[in-house]
């Protein structure tokens, strides 16, 4: 199994951008695919992003295309997600995920991290 930790999150004013790092151990990365879901506050988990194993093909939600890009980079165990002009309605807890199949659905992982805290300030 593949053990996820997100990094990265914390207060951001509108406008800026920052980038969120999921750290993969226990297994070799580029076995899973991956993918970023966010959750707002009092609000459901939403898919945000996917990526395939090489890192070679994302697909992104339309609330988030052309702001949100997904990398990954086995070599490091990682997946990136650089966030720019980030608004109010970012904010919440966002999480990594990966498992055996891509897909917009949480139901397509099977191991997720703790999530990372966004707040994004006016």
């Known amino acids: 199994q593949v053990h996820l930790v997100e990094s990265g999150g914390g207060l951001v004013q509108a406008g800026g951008s920052l980038r969120l790092v999921c750290t993969a151990s226990?297994?070799?990365?580029?076995?899973?695919?991956a993918a970023w879901f966010r959750q707002a506050p009092g609000k459901e988990r939403v898919f945000v992003g996917f990526?395939?194993?090489?890192?070679?093909?994302?697909r992104y939600a339309d609330s988030v295309k052309g702001r949100f890009t997904i990398s990954k980079d086995n070599a490091k165990n990682a997946m990136y997600l650089q966030i720019i002009h980030v608004n109010p309605e970012d904010t919440g807890i966002y999480y990594c995920?990966?498992?055996?199949?891509?897909?917009?659905?949480?139901?397509?992982?099977?191991?997720w991290g703790q999530g990372t805290q966004v707040t994004v300030s006016t």
């Open positions: 995920a990966a498992g055996g199949r891509t897909g917009a659905s949480q139901g397509d992982y099977e191991f």
């Open positions: 226990g297994d070799t990365f580029s076995n899973y695919p």
């Open positions: 990526t395939t194993r090489g890192g070679a093909y994302t």
